[in-house]
């Protein structure tokens, strides 16, 4: 037996309301532009909206014109969707709350997450949208997954709860070591004062 290996998501895909209300929130909200317009070739009686979310991976959304927004929060049950979570940079991040707020579009305030900040608010078809910022960059080669599976072993080591910024600065120290070499013998912290 073998895997089906996967290497990134390719798009995700959400039922939305009418087209314009769809554009006016992925592009006018959260500023993914819009990329690519056809038919839902399953649906002749729907559009098939495509946004790039920032990474260049797809959000795409079927819309219909009978449909409205419906704000209520979408179903959490089990198999359901619970959130979208779109990494947003640390400056995006400082302004969050006044463009959210600006906008009257209630949102949950600043959440810390120990490794992220992040907030949450729902789309116009009750969808739970965060937007989150990492508190760290990962070293050269490295990528966030990289830093947080040696966080999340230096965490478990030292028995704490969730992973923080220690954590994260350990990590990261790690990773610098084991991929750069040095022409030092002795790569233990020093006091030069």
């Given at each position: 037996?073998?895997?089906?290996?996967?290497?990134?998501?390719?798009?995700?895909?959400?039922?939305?309301?009418?087209?314009?209300?769809?554009?006016?929130?992925?592009?006018?909200?959260?500023?993914m532009p819009f990329i690519f317009d056809q038919p839902n070739l399953d649906d002749p009686n729907e559009g098939h909206l495509y946004f790039d979310p920032g990474d260049g991976r797809l959000i795409t959304v079927f819309t219909n014109e009978n449909r409205e927004p419906d704000p209520r929060r979408t179903p959490t049950d089990a198999g359901c969707v619970h959130h979208l979570a779109f990494n947003v940079?640390?400056?995006?991040?400082?302004?969050?709350?006044?463009r959210l707020d600006e906008r009257g579009?209630?949102?949950?305030?600043p959440k810390d997450r120990g490794f992220?900040?992040?907030?949450?608010?729902?789309?116009?078809?009750?969808?739970?949208?965060?937007?989150?910022?990492?508190?760290?960059?990962?070293?050269?080669?490295?990528?966030?997954?990289?830093?947080?599976?040696e966080?999340?072993?230096?965490?478990?080591?030292?028995?704490?709860?969730n992973i923080a910024e220690v954590h994260l600065a350990d990590a990261i120290e790690l990773?610098?070591?084991?991929?750069?070499n040095t022409l030092s013998s002795d790569r233990s912290p020093k006091d030069p004062y």
């Open positions: 037996m073998r895997k089906l290996q996967t290497q990134g998501v390719h798009h995700i895909t959400l039922t939305g309301a009418d087209r314009q209300t769809s554009i006016d929130f992925w592009e006018g909200v959260l500023g940079s640390k400056a995006t991040w400082s302004q969050a709350v006044e579009i209630r949102h949950s305030g992220m900040d992040s907030i949450y608010f729902t789309d116009p078809m009750g969808l739970l949208i965060e937007l989150a910022c990492y508190r760290f960059e990962p070293p050269v080669g490295c990528t966030h997954a990289d830093v947080m599976i966080a999340h072993r230096i965490r478990v080591a030292r028995g704490d709860y990773l610098v070591e084991r991929r750069q």
